[in-house]
């Protein structure tokens, strides 16, 4: 096969696969609001990455990727266990400051390792360059289990976020659920880096939010558009000889401002109650208000 | 080995750091907007970036900044109008989004540009232990002007920070105080990033205000912990990286997150003893 | 008695300690590259210290400056830089150790690339090409025959600082230049044609050439050729991708032909554009062969290779950046024997 149509063919498939569970598990993180517990998770697994290539171990091997999840299970472990009960200091403030540390560990370790600083830059750009077929097999396998493990559960998996109540073993589908997002960042961190693993979550499912209420459409219109976005992506690269990466996520970049541009002149357009009223709500229907 | 030539001017630039984002911290804690700050951050790194790439002004000069300064201006007017109209999507999310793609652009114009990797490290760490005397002054008194404003506003801005709902339903015109507060952070981030890059000026931003918040509710005494801490943290990174030969900005934000940590071990003793 | 051999062990003490203090100090000399401290100990010996402010396998573009760095410098009696834009971060450094003397232009400085004719000078400057060397390709160390243009830098530098040295440093650089041309063109050749012409023509390329058509006493002067370039004379021609342009000099001193570039930005991963049209051309001219420094990242070069059924060489670009190689000799003996090995193995060299 042509090396150029190759390329381009295992790069689209690779994103379609991985934008279909990164869309859905996006659509619970808006919902239930721990947005940037993504970014601490994504960044620990850079870590562990880097302290793997520091000791010698191939980003790439097996025991690279368990490297890259000890370092996430410690984050997991962190934000489920500091929890401030002080008033004056927002969660969010510690899930900052969990990244903050993130970095700053994996700046310290760049530091000392010999092609430190090309390695934190691999880790923050990825290398999605040199994905080949192998890796894309696994992480289609990998991918269709997960699916089919939250097809089997989409019961109790939609329900932590639209039952914010402590109903019973809900701590253990908790768990479920933030394992599966371990699972698919220490999967994709060191292939798309840390940026645009964490814009292959978010980005897809915020357009989708902004758009529907509803679970199905919300998932089609943050898939198909963030596809659409990442496909741009891939030519306008290949085209403009610019860096991957960094491409695909000004691509979906542009979609998403477009999105919000568009989604709050919707918004605007079709409320027809005072602002101050429909303040908070998130696109509800205007169907009883009127 | 003189220590006080090698890390005089680093230590008096974490001071002035320390006082200006101390008190700027206090504000965003209190208005949870953690996240904005670091995307402000993030998006004058990539102003300063974009300057040098597209309009070719030296990575230093004064152009530069005014690049970095507009982008954080503009960023301050998206995000308080934001804040305030976007209602199908939390705020939160279109802040991490903001970050995300400014990073991702700042690593792009790195990719087409010159240099390289040093750029990345950088633009997240800084060279603050090459900081000189005179860009010290002129980011000293900048930081002054600032200060003094922030001072001659605190009330307006002061009460949005204890509850924004309330500020709106009193008739507070928020977006024209929201985008006021949010340029003044602009200015002092940007020319705190020149200084010590996005993760240590995040870092001095946040830390120290979550330590004193451990301590106090009172803004007064808080301040005073907030400088401490900031103080103490920047003179031992300072040490610690000359002693093991690591990059200072790196090491001040770990000394930072140690007294953080030092902190709130000490807060659990007091609760159980 | 006791008072007598008391005095005398004082006198003594004495004595010596007059001695030392009177005699000289070593000339403290710092290196930005383990290659100029390696041919500077190799002709100041006893009569200098020397230190290396990169280490063999770091990337001498990209070093982030750090504290110690301040405190070689503040203490040396004279710098050796490569004098382009390798270095860039040295003169932070320079200015925060306060060293006057080693400033830019002052005595205690030496640009040790000074004299040398330089390849690859841009002719249109562009902010967006990363990377771009104002001045020429700067990795000047990839080639011996620069080594003699950078000795004899160093020992001027040398006698500037320390004059009464003169006649010492002056004997260790021309011994130090004798073997080098040993070791590059063998004996035989030096004696007949001259270590100075054989550089000249070997640093522009043409020395093979001009050899093959020249004989000395009815006998071919090429067969007379001996050291490297008899080693590499095979490989004459021959197309090879390298990783970054790190080795122009060597290239054209061997007169083997640069195919092609995998990170022409050194850090910034290359575009696909660039990437697959390296692979469409490997195909198409059967190169086999990939050269890398080892301060790249290993992982990368061999799944590069990998893809393009090349044959990973990866070796250390400078001085100590492995652990047999203790001097400049080591460095270029490992560089032509794995080349020469490899395309032996992949069947470049039939």
Same mark, same amino acid.
Request: glycine fraction near 10%; proline fraction near 4%; include cysteine.
């Given at each position: ?52 290539i520091g000791w010698g171990i191939r980003y790439g091997t097996p025991l690279s990727y368990v490297l890259a999840l000890g370092a996430t299970l410690i984050g997991c472990a962190l934000l489920a266990v500091l929890r401030p009960r002080n ?18 560990? !994996? ?5 000392? +390792?010999?092609?430190? %600083? &090309?390695?934190?830059?691999?880790? $923050? #750009?990825? /290398? ?13 396998g990998i991918y269709a289990a997960l699916g089919l493990l939250h097809a089997l559960c989409r019961g109790p998996m939609l329900r932590l976020t639209e039952d914010p109540s402590a109903w019973p073993r809900r701590a253990a589908w908790d ?66 000889? !610019? ?5 695909? +996520?000004?691509?979906? %970049? &542009?979609?998403?401002?477009?999105? $919000? #541009?568009? /989604? ?27 | ?273 | ?302 799944t590069v290779a990998a893809r393009v059924n090349a044959e990973p060489v990866i070796v250390p670009l400078y001085v100590g950046g492995e652990e047999s190689v203790e001097t400049y000799f080591d460095l270029v003996d490992l560089w032509v ?14």
């Amino acid at each position: 096969m042509n090396v150029t149509v190759n390329f381009f063919v295992m790069q689209i498939t690779l994103i379609a696969v991985v934008l279909v569970l990164h869309t859905y598990l996006g659509l619970h993180i808006i919902r239930r609001g721990i947005i940037f517990s993504d970014l601490v998770l994504d960044q620990l697994a850079a870590f562990g990455v880097m302290v793997g290539i520091g000791w010698g171990i191939r980003y790439g091997t097996p025991l690279s990727y368990v490297l890259a999840l000890g370092a996430t299970l410690i984050g997991c472990a962190l934000l489920a266990v500091l929890r401030p009960r002080n008033r004056l200091i927002p969660q969010e403030a510690v899930i900052g400051i969990l990244y903050g540390m993130a970095m700053v560990a !994996s700046l310290l370790l760049a530091d000392k +390792m010999r092609e430190g %600083g &090309a390695s934190l830059n691999a880790t $923050l #750009v990825g /290398s999605m360059l040199w994905v080949s077929w192998p890796l894309v097999w696994v992480t289609i396998g990998i991918y269709a289990a997960l699916g089919l493990l939250h097809a089997l559960c989409r019961g109790p998996m939609l329900r932590l976020t639209e039952d914010p109540s402590a109903w019973p073993r809900r701590a253990a589908w908790d768990f479920l659920f933030f394992v599966t997002q371990g699972i698919i960042t220490i999967l994709i961190v060191p292939v798309a880096g840390v940026l645009l693993a964490y814009g292959f979550l978010m980005i897809p499912a915020a357009i989708g939010t902004m758009f529907s209420r509803r679970w199905v459409p919300a998932l089609l219109i943050g898939w198909g558009t963030g596809f659409v976005a990442c496909v741009l992506g891939v030519i306008t690269s290949y085209r403009m000889d !610019s860096p991957y990466g960094p491409t695909l +996520m000004l691509a979906m %970049g &542009a979609f998403f401002v477009l999105a $919000l #541009v568009v /989604s709050t002149w919707l918004a605007c357009r079709r409320s027809t109650v005072p602002a101050g009223l429909a303040a908070g709500s998130v696109g509800a229907e205007t169907g009883g208000l009127r | 080995m003189n220590l006080a030539s090698m890390l005089g001017f680093p230590f008096l630039a974490c001071v002035l750091l320390s006082l200006i984002l101390g008190y700027l911290g206090l504000h965003v804690l209190k208005r949870e907007v953690i996240f904005i700050d670091i995307a402000v951050a993030q998006m004058a790194a990539l102003g300063a970036l974009a300057g040098h790439l597209f309009l070719g002004v030296p990575g230093d000069s004064v152009h530069a900044l005014a690049c970095g300064m507009s982008v954080t201006l503009v960023a301050a007017i998206f995000f308080a109008v934001a804040r305030r109209k976007v209602v199908q999507l939390p705020i939160e999310a279109i802040i991490g989004i903001t970050y995300a793609i400014s990073a991702g652009g700042a690593l792009f114009m790195i990719g087409k540009g010159t240099g390289g990797h040093t750029h990345v490290q950088d633009m997240l760490s800084g060279a603050l232990l090459w900081v000189k005397g005179p860009e010290l002054l002129w980011t000293g008194i900048a930081f002054a002007v600032v200060g003094a404003c922030f001072g001659l506003f605190r009330k307006p801005f002061q009460r949005i920070s204890d509850g924004y709902a309330e500020a709106v339903a009193a008739g507070m015109p928020v977006i024209g105080w929201d985008f006021l507060f949010y340029a003044l952070c602009g200015i002092v981030i940007t020319l705190a990033v020149r200084l010590a890059g996005v993760v240590v000026v995040f870092c001095f931003l946040i830390i120290p205000a979550t330590v004193s918040a451990m301590f106090s509710a009172r803004w007064g005494i808080r301040m005073m912990i907030t400088w401490l801490v900031g103080i103490i943290g920047a003179g031992a990174g300072l040490l610690f990286a000359q002693w093991l030969d690591l990059s200072a900005g790196a090491c001040v934000a770990l000394a930072l997150g140690l007294v953080l940590a030092a902190s709130a071990t000490g807060t659990l003793f007091r609760k159980t003893i | 008695m006791k008072a007598h051999r008391t005095l005398l062990l004082g006198f003594v003490v004495a004595a010596t300690a007059i001695q030392v203090w009177g005699s000289e100090k070593p000339l403290r000399v710092v290196a930005t590259l383990p290659d100029y401290a390696a041919i500077a100990k190799a002709i100041g010996c006893e009569r200098i210290s020397v230190q290396a402010i990169v280490s063999g396998e770091q990337d001498a573009h990209y070093i982030r400056p750090k504290p110690s760095f301040v405190a070689m410098v503040r203490d040396a009696d004279v710098l050796l830089d490569t004098g382009l834009d390798l270095e860039m971060w040295l003169p932070t450094v320079v200015d925060k150790s306060g060293n006057a003397k080693v400033r830019s232009g002052q005595e205690g400085y030496v640009a040790v690339a000074k004299g040398l004719d330089l390849l690859k000078k841009p002719k249109v400057l562009s902010r967006s090409e990363g990377g771009v060397h104002l001045y020429g390709n700067p990795h000047i160390t990839s080639s011996p025959v620069n080594m003699r243009t950078v000795a004899r830098n160093i020992t001027a530098g040398l006698i500037k600082n320390d004059p009464e040295g003169k006649a010492y440093y002056q004997e260790h650089a021309d011994k130090f230049i004798r073997e080098l041309d040993e070791r590059m063109f063998g004996k035989a050749l030096g004696d007949i044609l001259g270590g100075d012409t054989l550089a000249g023509l070997a640093a522009q390329g043409k020395l093979y050439g001009f050899l093959a058509k020249q004989a000395h006493e009815g006998k071919p002067l090429i067969d007379q050729l001996g050291g490297w370039m008899k080693q590499m004379l095979p490989l004459r021609g021959k197309p090879i991708v390298t990783y970054h342009k790190n080795w122009v000099y060597f290239f054209t001193l061997f007169e083997l032909e640069e195919a092609g570039t995998v990170e022409p930005k050194p850090g910034i991963p290359p575009s696909p554009h660039h990437v697959l049209s390296l692979i469409e051309n490997m195909r198409q001219r059967d190169v086999r062969i990939l050269l890398a420094a080892n301060y790249f990242d290993q992982h990368q070069v061999k799944t590069v290779a990998a893809r393009v059924n090349a044959e990973p060489v990866i070796v250390p670009l400078y001085v100590g950046g492995e652990e047999s190689v203790e001097t400049y000799f080591d460095l270029v003996d490992l560089w032509v024997s794995r080349l020469v090995a490899t395309a032996q193995k992949t069947g470049v060299l039939k």
